[in-house]
Every structure is written in C-alpha cells, then in structure tokens.
C-alpha cells in the first residue's frame, strides 16, 4: 500500500509539475502576441504542443496510479478522489488533497489562459483579414473547409500603376 501511495504522490507531483510548465509556456505566448513578437510563436506553439502531449503522458500515468490504488483498496477502478481519499491512512489524505486540489486549480488556469490566448490569436487574424482585405477589396474572406484548409487566395491582376494609385 505505501508504495503504491508513493508512487500516486510521486505522479501527482509531475502533473503539477508539467501544468505549471504548460501555464509558463501559454504566458510566454501571449506576452509574444502583446509585444507583437510574431517570429517567435511558430516555436512558442510547438513547445506547446509538445508539452500537452508531455502532459497528457503525466495525466495518463497518475490515472493509471489512482487505479491502482483504487483496485487495492477494493474500490472500483474509476473511483475518483473524493471518495478516494478518505479511505486512505490518514496521515496521507492531506498531502494528497492538497496535491489534487493544486492540480484542479492549474488546470483551470491552464484553460483560462489557452482561452484568452485563443481570443487574442483569432483577434489578431480578424485584423490582418481586415488589412488584406482594405488592401484587396476584390478578395472574398478567406473560409476554411472540415480539414482546417484554406482554398487558394486569387489576387485580382492589376498594374502597379493602378494598385497604387
């Protein structure tokens, strides 16, 4: 029992630990944005989409854990930790609330800041669609299909002459 107690802390430790680098890296990406440090976001976002698979990794081996422990105490696999808990020794049941609530919480910051960050991205592609199409009036608004792909943009031939002036 107190190995497999170890080893749940131990996994809820590193959950926390790679939301925490999720939320550093969603901060690093709208401090980008704000100071319109576009060069960078390509990197930024695979960082990103690493570390959720990193986490997802991290979400996978402490549920595994929690099952496990869950089997040992005789309680169904998908017990969740609020009954959990509680039939834990009591000297462990503050260290892991403690841990569960930290991770609940990051996680809802995570998600906060992925959804301000999706706000701030697409306003920012509203803009530049703006811009294009007060340069290319001509141009229909870009539409993309159920595969996340855009047809081809066709630019209307003008001279130079006629562009400019």
Known sequence: MKEL????I??????????????ALLDQQQQLVTRRQTTALPD???????????????????????RNLARSLELPENTGFKVLIPKLPPDYQPLIDALVAENNELLVRVQARARQNHLLLSHCVDLMAQLIHSIFPATKPVMYNGNGQ????????????????
Not at 5 to 8: A, E, G
Not at 48 to 64: D, P
């Open 5 to 8: 107690l170890s080893n749940l």
């Open 150 to 165: 855009a047809p081809g943009i066709v630019v209307p031939a003008q001279s130079l002459y006629q562009a400019v002036g």
């Open 10 to 23: 131990e996994s809820l430790r590193e959950e926390l630990k790679q939301y925490g680098e999720m939320l």
């Open 44 to 66: 930024n976002v695979n960082h990103i989409n690493a570390q959720a698979e990193v986490l997802a990794g991290a979400r996978a081996e402490r549920e595994q854990r929690q």
